[in-house]
């Protein structure tokens, strides 16, 4: 693996400035969070529209990504608000909150 960033690896390998990317990385996160935040968490629609909705090799590394992930770690829920807070202060993750405010469960 190269001493670059991810986000500079991969524009390098698309031919694009690392600027361009930023923007589409926050959106498509958006979009995942309020995907699970709105569904009815028994409902499997999210992990198969996000199937649907992304490139098979997307789906691939996200799924190995988080599997990965929770196995080294071991999350449980609040986990990650908790992992947040170690790697900054609550105010450089606080402007972010508004966006998911309103967001409301599905009821399916």
């Not at 608000?81 to 402007?95: I, M, N, V």
Request: with cysteine; charged share 25%; net charge negative.
């Amino acid at each position: 693996m190269s001493c670059d960033s991810f986000l500079q690896d991969a524009a390098k390998n698309l031919g694009m400035e690392v600027e361009e990317i930023i923007p589409i990385l926050d959106e498509l996160m958006l979009q995942f969070h309020k995907a699970i935040a709105t569904s009815d968490h028994a409902n499997p629609f999210v992990g198969s529209k996000l199937l649907f909705d992304t490139s098979p090799q997307t789906f691939y590394h996200l799924l190995s990504f988080l599997d990965y992930f929770s196995e080294k770690y071991k999350w449980e829920a609040g986990d990650a608000s908790e992992y947040l807070l170690k790697l900054g202060k609550r105010s450089e993750w606080a402007p972010f909150v508004h966006q998911a405010r309103g967001w409301v469960k599905e009821n399916k």
